[in-house]
């Protein structure tokens, strides 16, 4: 056998070389074989653990975040019944503790002798601490008093601070709202919570002012501090309702509407409504809050459904959707009009003061032309002298300060 073997070429040589070549073939796979589940292993295992490791990450965060919502959602609920109970609030026993004069004040005598067509009066939603905001609107679409024969009137509706604020802060509020009323008596203030989660008392407050104290042919509309208004295009559209004689008046959605929206689940926004408040899945048809108008008999109506129920946070859904639809009036009722006449002052919250003065000021410019060929008449500022006196004893007690501190240093 060893010389066959040792024979080259031989076929039995052939098949023992082949042999050998083929065991150390397995031999070498076997050894790769062992060695690459070293790295290979590791990587599958690392891999694991990152997917396991993250998935429970993410189920823990969704998890802490249900919880937080949930909490969220009863803390808000437990907040809102919390200042309902300490002001002993029902929409039927709200207190005034000051209210409006509804004067007509003119810069001229040219003004006193107008005939009025109709009126309306706007009520401004409003928090106490929005002195700026108040001020910015006196002077600029609440300043004009009558447009082509129509008389419009501003009311800004405000609760109590001492509910939203620290006792110190309270004080301080307090003494300069006291001023606000003493120096224009158009402030409706009330006994109760001045937050956003009450705005709708804050909304009944004005319909049930409106609903004891204006006839009820006048004109009821519902603004926001932070909308600019277009008192011509407004003046027209509802002087085009008044002389073509519409019965019933429709409600005038100056700033839009909605159709099927739906409820706000998530408790972190400002607009939440929990299922206990609202079950269905879509609100009904409904005018945005910015602004919105009616007949003050309208607005009687609604009043005497409103005050014997617990009003929800989303007042113009509540108003001009659910309440609309128990009295019966249809969606049509509801009427957008096709030009521009609130517009909501974006870059309000963002700038300081003056910022919030001179950007107020260039809308109202831009908002004044398309309506400045009208004939108006404009309530005066009465604070302006007020405010040039001031200034003047300013001046003067900078400049004997100025004089004094240079005869202290012994110049010529």
Request: hydrophobic share 35%; glycine share 6%.
């Amino acid at each position: 056998m060893d010389q066959y073997v040792r024979r080259p070429g031989s076929k039995v040589q052939q098949y023992a070389v082949a042999s050998n070549n083929r065991g150390k073939l397995q031999s070498i796979r076997r050894q790769t074989m062992r060695k690459e589940p070293k790295w290979l292993k590791c990587a599958i295992i690392q891999m694991m653990a990152i997917v396991v490791g993250s998935t429970f990450v993410a189920l823990l965060v969704h998890g802490i975040a249900i919880d937080a919502k949930r909490r969220t959602a009863h803390k808000i609920e437990k907040e809102i019944a919390k200042s309902l109970k300490v002001a002993n609030i029902t929409p039927a026993n709200i207190s005034y503790i000051d209210e409006p004069t509804l004067g007509t004040n003119y810069d001229n005598k040219a003004c006193q002798n107008l005939e009025t067509s109709w009126s309306m009066v706007f009520f401004v939603k409003s928090q106490a601490s929005n002195f700026q905001r108040r001020e910015l609107i006196r002077r600029t679409w609440a300043s004009l008093s009558n447009v082509d024969g129509a008389n419009f009137t501003t009311v800004f509706v405000i609760g109590e601070a001492k509910f939203a604020v620290s006792q110190k802060r309270f004080k301080y509020y307090n003494n300069l709202l006291e001023e606000e009323k003493y120096r224009y008596r158009d402030i409706l203030h009330y006994d109760g919570p001045d937050d956003y989660k009450n705005i709708g008392f804050k909304t009944l407050m004005g319909m049930r002012w409106a609903s004891e104290n204006l006839p009820d042919d006048f004109f009821y509309a519902s603004v926001d501090d932070d909308f600019m208004l277009n008192i011509g295009e407004l003046e027209d559209l509802i002087d085009g309702y008044v002389t073509n004689g519409t019965d019933p008046f429709p409600i005038i959605c100056g700033f839009g509407m909605y159709e099927n929206a739906a409820p706000f689940r998530d408790p972190s926004s400002k607009w939440y409504i929990s299922k206990q408040e609202f079950s269905k899945s879509a609100y009904p048809k409904f005018c945005l809050g910015g602004m919105y108008a009616m007949r003050v008999r309208l607005v009687q109506t609604l009043w005497e459904i409103a005050q014997f129920r617990s009003p929800m946070r989303v007042d113009d859904v509540w108003i001009t959707g659910i309440l609309r639809e128990e009295i019966g009036l249809s969606p049509s009722m509801l009427v957008k009009p096709s030009n521009t006449i609130a517009k909501h002052l974006d870059n309000y919250k963002n700038t300081r003061f003056y910022g919030q003065r001179m950007y107020m000021r260039s809308q109202w410019i831009e908002m004044y032309k398309l309506f400045r060929h009208k004939s108006m008449c404009v309530r005066p500022f009465v604070y302006l002298s007020e405010i040039q006196a001031r200034r003047t004893r300013t001046k003067k007690k900078q400049k004997t300060k100025r004089e004094s501190a240079t005869l202290r240093r012994g110049w010529p």
